[in-house]
């Protein structure tokens, strides 16, 4: 059996748990929601960076269009509404003047936007636990500010489910998991340099 044959048998949800790990956990690193001791400011501008980076990335996946016809309600999954009233609650109102991230991964592409779907999707089950953690520090709750790491709240199992079945899918009958994978890895890294970017005072 070739290496190719090895590669193409494999679930394209396991090669993104593998192939991806050295970014992802970069990035969750670099994020450290989760220590105990971060405080309003830092989660406010936390959030306002998320926002500057899904807002943009959204419309163009938006812009992708058909993916009712491959399994995925979008309508649901957006999560720039959540980003939207998180901020206004903790009292930021002007969210036009946020910075916007222009430096984004491919997503023009079906193949490029699933790998983008794949982080982003994946983002609401870790973000479970730091809403718990939120909720113990900064006594953040879904209604005070804490929607967009709630994300699907009691739906997150069932919402992952439906999105494996449909990525899985795509991937068999296109063919195009590489691009799925590579897209993936430029999300993980684009976020990355996004988010601390902001740390840096940019």
């Given at each position: 059996m070739t290496a190719e044959a090895d590669v193409s048998s494999i679930s394209i949800l396991a090669r993104l748990k593998a192939e991806t790990r050295p970014q992802h956990e970069q990035l969750d690193a670099s994020l450290d929601l989760t220590n105990?001791?971060?405080?309003?400011?830092f989660y406010r501008r936390t959030l306002a960076r998320f926002h500057g980076f899904y807002q943009p990335l959204e419309v163009g996946l938006r812009a992708v269009g058909g993916w009712e016809t491959r399994g995925l309600d979008m309508q649901e999954r957006w999560k720039t509404p959540l980003l939207d009233d998180d901020l206004r609650a903790l009292g930021m109102d002007d969210l036009a003047a946020l910075p916007v991230c222009t430096d984004l991964p491919p997503h023009a592409s079906v193949s490029s936007a699933?790998?983008?779907?794949?982080?982003?999707?994946?983002s609401t089950l870790g973000g479970q636990l730091i809403s718990r953690a939120l909720q113990k520090t900064l006594d953040m709750t879904p209604e005070t500010g804490g929607r967009f790491f709630n994300g699907y709240g009691h739906r997150t199992g069932p919402m992952w489910q439906s999105f494996r079945v449909a990525i899985e899918a795509f991937a068999f009958s296109s063919g195009e998991g590489d691009d799925i994978v590579s897209a993936a890895k430029a999300t993980f890294s684009t976020l990355q340099t996004w988010m601390s970017a902001e740390r840096k005072g940019a």
């Open positions: 105990g001791s971060i405080t309003l400011d699933f790998g983008c779907l794949y982080v982003l999707e994946g």
